[in-house]
């Protein structure tokens, strides 16, 4: 029984060393909107059919009654043996993502499904810093990987690893990216799921304020009206030093 015990542990290993997986990509636009793509993949014995079919259920659930969101694609596909979780959501205003999904409802126990969603999306907080928006995300895997894989599971995880990339319209201010690429305008963000036993998960950047079209517009209107405004004046001022030059004309005449 003890070898048993020692070879499944060993196939655990392999298995989890390689197969979870986790890939966000997010595209933030010069108008505040913004668009997030996510693929999770995770071995089919850890994560059954019902359980997919749960998350696909809960997912819905919590991104549907966001009025600021819109559930583009939600699905689960089952691929050589492995979950794959795909999420794709589009919103107006970026700052919509603030608090979304930290706390469970107070007086409900949250289903498996229900603790994976809320795991993997974390807390987002965003913060304006002058004509700047900071905004920060943390994601906490470890009490998800203790509670469904065992105290110091972390070890087993190996290369597994979570990946987040996040495309600006300006050139990032600052961050605690991995790699930075685009001019500044990409970040992206590596983190082994190993290290999530220790730690949570930590982005953070600080961008330009995207302005809105009509601020540009209303600035163009009142740069208008300023230069209307000092032609007229100054087609006053010269027509009153004319008359006022006739009038001496007229008084030497005189």
Not at 97 to 105: I, N, T, V, W
Not at 172 to 177: G, P, R
């Amino acid at each position: 029984m003890k070898c048993l015990h020692s070879i499944f542990l060993a196939l655990l290993c392999v298995i989890l060393s390689s197969c979870i997986d986790g890939e966000e990509e997010v595209f933030i636009e010069a108008d505040g909107s913004a668009r997030v793509k996510a693929v999770y993949r995770v071995p089919g014995m850890l994560f059954s059919a019902e359980d997919a079919e749960a998350l696909r259920v809960s997912i819905e659930q919590e991104f549907g009654r966001e009025k600021t969101l819109r559930l583009v694609t939600n699905q689960v596909e089952n691929q050589k043996g492995k979950r794959v979780v795909i999420l794709e959501i589009e919103t107006d205003d970026v700052t919509a993502m603030e608090g979304r999904l930290a706390e469970h409802d107070p007086g409900v126990v949250p289903s498996k499904a229900d603790k994976i969603l809320h795991a993997i999306v974390g807390r987002i907080a965003v913060n304006m810093e002058g004509l700047s928006v900071n905004l920060t995300r943390k994601v906490d895997l470890r009490p998800l990987l203790e509670e469904y894989l065992g105290s110091g599971s972390a070890s087993m995880l190996g290369d597994s690893e979570f990946r987040y990339t996040v495309h600006l319209p300006e050139v990032a201010e600052k961050s605690n990216a991995h790699e930075v690429s685009n001019g500044g305008r990409t970040l992206k963000w590596s983190h082994k799921l190993v290290e999530c036993g220790r730690k949570p998960i930590t982005l953070s950047m600080t961008s330009p304020m995207p302005l809105p079209w009509w601020l540009y517009v209303v600035a163009a209107l009142l740069l208008l009206v300023m230069v209307w405004g000092a032609y007229v004046w100054i087609r006053k001022l010269r027509t009153g030093g004319i008359r006022q030059d006739t009038r001496l004309a007229r008084s030497s005449d005189a």
